[in-house]
């Protein structure tokens, strides 16, 4: 069944926020720069999103990560792998949809983990994961990505008719940057999950920075 073209943004009770993911080097100064990037209040999570690396070695990279996380307020994320959370005793989990489901995961980690769902561009998965004990969708991509190749390409829309909907936050992932993150923002994303436009700088903490136009803008007019 096809979207309907258009839907009413919802009001807001809360501006959207960042969600920060990381890019798949997280040695040598990167934590330097994450602990730079967290300091703007608007950065409300962080996703160790690294593939490949040994257990071992990825809970070694990830313990100074997450103590910066933490100091900052931060929400710590392990990106795919229920078990890595739970040796961490990370902030939460996110899940593709090969990653087993959120009531498996939740049956592991407990009620206090936060656990995220990748819908892609479907109502049906979105409804589903919510049935399962979500705490937040993902919708994307929404911009060609230099972080994860994607067929997916929702419209904005999706964004609206979730958050008319339901209470859960939805997180609009894909190739964002500021110069075009205003159209997800004004449909009702929660958050905007970034990567490449923030690590991809120079200087970490000016590129979060340049986000604050449109993440100001998203409480205007409501």
């Given amino acids: 069944m096809d979207e309907p073209h258009f839907y009413a943004p919802p ?3 809360h501006p959207c926020d960042l969600y920060l993911i990381s890019p798949q080097d997280v040695t040598g100064d990167f934590a330097a720069r994450l602990k730079d990037a967290v300091q703007h209040e608007r950065v409300s999570a962080f996703q160790l999103r690294v593939k490949g690396m040994k257990s071992h070695d990825l809970a070694r990279a990830a313990e100074p990560l997450q103590e910066i996380c933490a100091e900052a307020d931060v929400a710590f ?4 792998d229920v078990a890595m959370c739970k040796r961490l005793g990370a902030d939460g989990v996110h899940l593709g949809q090969g990653d087993g489901n959120a009531k498996e995961a939740r049956a592991i980690l407990g009620p206090s983990k936060q656990i995220g769902v990748t819908c892609h561009a479907s109502r049906h998965l979105a409804m589903q994961a919510g049935e399962q004990g979500a705490d937040y969708v993902a919708f994307g991509s929404f911009y060609p ?16 008719w979730w958050a008319n909907l339901f209470e859960l936050p939805c997180v ?7 110069d075009n993150a205003e159209p ?8 905007l999950a970034v990567s490449q436009s923030v690590w991809g700088a120079e200087d970490v903490a000016k590129a ?9 803008g998203s409480l205007a007019d409501r």
């Fill in 11 to 13: 009001p807001r009770e």
């Fill in 77 to 80: 994320i392990v990106n795919d």
């Fill in 145 to 160: 990505s230099q972080t994860k190749a994607s067929e997916h390409r929702p419209e904005p829309t999706i964004l609206s």
């Fill in 172 to 178: 609009a992932i894909g190739g964002i940057t500021p």
């Fill in 184 to 191: 997800l923002v004004r449909a009702g994303a929660d958050f």
């Fill in 208 to 216: 979060v920075a340049a986000f604050d136009d449109v993440l100001a």
